[in-house]
Structures are given as structure tokens and as C-alpha cells.
């Protein structure tokens, strides 16, 4: 069983930064890809971002140039640095990692992040 546990949520104003962070129980961090997701009110969930293993990241074209995913092996913890943070970012965001030859998903509880004025 893999726990995931997100935190860093908040309410920011657009144009302003949050970085979340997310940590794991899995003593395997270092060999999993880690990726980001997240929900915004009404609509389905979407991908955000990826970090392979050897610190490859990859990003949805919405937020490209202004979120930045990093992993720490030994802190077994991989954070969403959002800068220019718009209102269409507000959503719930989730941490999740996949195990397993069917790739089963394990999520975290998420955190809320609102962009507002």
C-alpha cells in the first residue's frame, strides 16, 4: 500500500506562486515516476505534470513555462512549484503514482488551491 499526502494548498491571487509538496510512505520513491493532477469544480480530473525517476518532467501545455515539478528522493517527497497562477488553476490537486503491471493508480487526499482576487 502506497500513502501519498499532499499539502501547500491555499488561496493566492492571480499572478502569485504556491508550491505544493507531497509525501510518500513508499520506501520504492526513487525508482516510480510521480505526477500531478488536478479536478476543478464540474469537470474531470486532468493531468498535470510528470517526473520520471531520473528527474524528466513533463507538462500539460495549460501550465508549461509556469509550474515546475521536482522530486526529493531522500525527503521521498515531489513538489509543484505554480507561479502566475491564474484563475482557471483553481482546482483540487493531486499527487499520484502508479505500481504494478497494471499501472494501478494510488491518489492523495489532494489540496485546494484557489486563485482569486
Known amino acids: 500500500q502506497v500513502q501519498l499526502v499532499e499539502s501547500g494548498g491555499g488561496l493566492v491571487q492571480p499572478g502569485g506562486s504556491l508550491r505544493l509538496s507531497c509525501v510518500t510512505s513508499a520506501s520504492d520513491f526513487s525508482i516510480y515516476a510521480m505526477y500531478w493532477y488536478r479536478q476543478a469544480p464540474g469537470k474531470q480530473r486532468e493531468y498535470v505534470a510528470t517526473?520520471?525517476?531520473?528527474?524528466?518532467?513533463i507538462y500539460a501545455d495549460s501550465v508549461k513555462s509556469r509550474f515546475t515539478i521536482s522530486r526529493d528522493n531522500a525527503k521521498k517527497t515531489v513538489y509543484l512549484q505554480m507561479n502566475n497562477l491564474k484563475p482557471e488553476d483553481t482546482a483540487v490537486y493531486y499527487c499520484?503514482?502508479?505500481?504494478?503491471?497494471?499501472?494501478?493508480?494510488?491518489w492523495g487526499q489532494g489540496t485546494q488551491v484557489t486563485v482569486s482576487s
Open positions: 499520484n503514482t502508479k505500481r504494478g503491471v497494471n499501472g494501478r493508480d494510488y
Open positions: 517526473i520520471s525517476p531520473g528527474a524528466r518532467t
